[in-house]
């Protein structure tokens, strides 16, 4: 809302419409060719159809313009962002883009009223551009904009008076000064005027609001540091306790191996015994099926009984896991010792039951054999 500095360069539309205005002597004409100029850039020279023979007339000016502007902005102290572009030669055609392609690091526009945004889209934006020093001055009339930044929408700032955005110098308190020619005292000696108690109680009220505020900002200040600490530690026990879980979890999940382990050699065990409670009272008879069917003329040799077998092989394969057992008989006929391999097989008291036999040397000697089977 301040004017910071104020420089002056030689080069003008003036130049431009004076050049222009002694081929067409006129200044009316002169500006309507300006106002009709185009300028294209580099990159969009193809575009121009037809030549104007006027940009010689324009474009070294604007050049020396746009070159004492880059020339500011290198040597300006503080960083420039934005430059707009207002006066006469504003109305040329793309002298916008002309000035932003040769500031590229600072965005160029062209100046417009602050209410330029309500017009609708049917209206020429140049009717407002080429009258911008009118309506500036328009607008500065009716108190409208600021002096010095016309276009710039008044706030509650620019309002004030001016008496209260008085400077003051050294020595002097031109403050007191406007005040007391307003009506206002401030001598301490006589009774209050009315004015004077206004503004002993406004300024009371400004201060108590003020304290008020105050306290209650040192309150919630407060109660936000201390909201803050707590999260804080509970974070901080949120993430103790995560830690422990996931510990505990490691040790569950170990627990449930070992677990898993015990169980299946449990398992085990406990098949193990009912196989073997299970041939502990299957021997007894098996043994004395055996006697039963044992004919006369085949005495028993030796009777051995394998260990359980989970996958033995068997003719009839629906049947899982057994016992092998092999009977050793002597005979001196061998049709006893078939009649005895038959009653075996043909009673279920073996299972693939076969007979091995082995040839004597002497009609005198006894027939070995070995008869073998699955206990069923």
Not at 190 to 216: Q, R
Not at 257 to 272: R, S
Not at 345 to 352: H, M, P, R, S
Request: aromatic content about 6%; glycine content about 6%.
């Amino acid at each position: 809302q301040k004017i910071y500095d104020i420089k002056t360069i030689e080069f003008g539309t003036k130049e431009i419409l004076s050049k222009i205005k002694a081929k067409e002597n006129s200044y009316a004409k002169a500006y309507e060719i300006c106002k009709n100029s185009t300028i294209y850039t580099n990159d969009g020279k193809e575009l121009q159809y037809e030549e104007n023979s006027y940009l010689d007339d324009i474009m070294p000016t604007l050049y020396n313009i746009v070159g004492r502007v880059k020339k500011i902005l290198n040597d300006s102290v503080k960083k420039i962002d934005k430059i707009y572009i207002t006066g006469t030669a504003s109305v040329i055609n793309n002298i916008d883009i002309y000035f932003q392609d040769y500031l590229e690091d600072v965005k160029c526009e062209i100046l417009k009223p602050y209410f330029i945004k309500n017009i609708g889209a049917d209206v020429n934006m140049k009717d407002y551009i080429e009258v911008n020093s009118a309506l500036a001055l328009a607008l500065q009339g009716l108190d409208c904009g600021l002096k010095g930044i016309n276009f710039k929408k008044e706030t509650v700032t620019d309002k004030l008076p001016e008496w209260m955005n008085v400077t003051v110098s050294p020595g002097e308190n031109r403050i007191i000064h406007k005040l007391e020619e307003k009506g206002f005292s401030f001598s301490l000696k006589g009774e209050l005027k009315p004015t004077e108690k206004s503004m002993i109680s406004g300024a009371v009220a400004v201060v108590m609001l003020i304290a008020i505020y105050s306290g209650i900002t040192l309150v919630l200040h407060d109660q936000m540091v201390k909201k803050r600490e707590e999260v804080a530690l509970q974070d901080t026990v949120v993430t103790q306790q995560a830690a422990e879980i996931k510990a505990d979890t490691t040790k569950v999940d170990e627990k449930t191996g070992e677990y898993t382990e015990l169980i299946q050699e449990l398992e085990d065990v406990a098949n193990e015994n009912n196989v073997n409670k299970t041939l502990k009272y299957s021997i007894p008879t098996l043994l004395s099926q055996i006697m039963s069917v044992t004919p006369t003329g085949v005495q028993l040799k030796q009777i051995s009984i394998d260990k359980w077998e989970d996958n033995i092989t068997r003719k009839d394969q629906t049947k899982e896991g057994g016992c092998k057992v092999t009977i050793e008989v002597e005979s001196y006929d061998y049709d006893q010792i078939g009649i005895f391999a038959a009653k075996l097989k043909a009673d279920g008291i073996l299972e693939d039951a076969d007979t091995n036999r082995s040839e004597r040397e002497s009609p005198s000697d006894p027939i070995t054999a070995q008869i073998g089977g699955i206990i069923p």
